[in-house]
């Protein structure tokens, strides 16, 4: 079945630094694939998205590139702030008469001063 | 603020009661998700209505269930309530049922304690 995998966290950053947070995703034809961001106490709000392959999605600084060939998405910052520290989730979206996600387990970024 | 909103924002039971969630989606949006996010599962799709009928069912327990209202506003039924429910259940809405561009937007949750 489809399935999304990412890095476990947590992962701890101090202020300026790289951020890489590693995807993959398991899935038959061409799905679409998210990055979702969950600051504390708040709803999942959209990061960025890819809906097709070599596609590259950028948001405040993120960005993430679906590669068919790898079947990755993974999440890069090159400058990341305190304000990012939150849990950030990949997700795929499957073809067909649905539009529901499927959900990576989420990796917590705490970005320190 | 995604426009989506959902009540009550905590809510705290006891095993074996039920309880009633409630999804109000962004205006114009015709489809609803349910979700539930637990420690131990992750963010687990749940069930999806559209205008009113099911569209699609995930890992979601006989013991809950969901309707669309024709105002399109959601809810969602959790019945003989165990330990294990306790999560934090999201709603989620976009303007179609699938396709390419029909974005999902979360609103805030409501964390449901199990006692």
């Known amino acids: 079945g489809n399935s999304v995998t990412q890095m476990e966290g947590p992962v701890t950053l101090s202020e300026e630094a790289f951020l890489t947070i590693n995807c993959t995703y398991t899935?038959?034809?061409?799905?679409?694939l998210f990055w979702y961001v969950q600051y504390p106490g708040e709803g999942l709000q959209l990061l960025l998205k890819?809906?097709?392959?070599?596609d590259k999605g950028s948001n405040k600084g993120f960005e993430a590139t679906y590669r068919k060939e790898t079947t990755s998405f993974h999440l890069e910052k090159g400058s990341v702030q305190v304000s990012d520290s939150a849990v950030y989730f990949c997700?795929?979206?499957?073809?067909?008469?649905?539009?529901?996600?499927?959900f990576g387990t989420g990796t917590l970024l705490a970005v320190q001063p | 603020d995604s426009g989506v909103t959902q009540t009550p924002k905590h809510l705290i039971t006891a095993t074996g009661q039920r309880v009633t969630l409630r999804c109000s989606p962004r205006?114009?949006?015709?489809?609803v998700y349910w979700y539930q996010q637990s420690l131990d599962q992750g963010l687990q799709f749940l069930i999806q209505?559209?205008?009113?009928?099911?569209?699609a069912k995930g890992n979601i327990l006989e013991r809950f269930s969901a309707q669309q209202f024709p105002d399109l506003h959601s809810e969602l039924n959790l019945s003989s309530l165990e330990l294990g429910d306790s999560a934090l259940y999201f709603c989620?809405?976009?303007?179609?049922?699938?396709?390419?561009?029909?974005?999902?937007?979360f609103g805030q949750g409501t964390r449901l304690t199990v006692v």
């Open positions: 209505y559209y205008n009113g009928e099911e569209r």
């Open positions: 997700a795929l979206r499957h073809g067909g008469a649905t539009n529901k996600l499927i």
């Open positions: 205006s114009g949006d015709l489809s």
């Open positions: 899935a038959t034809g061409y799905p679409s």
């Open positions: 890819a809906t097709k392959a070599d």
């Open positions: 989620a809405s976009s303007v179609g049922q699938w396709g390419m561009n029909t974005e999902a937007f």
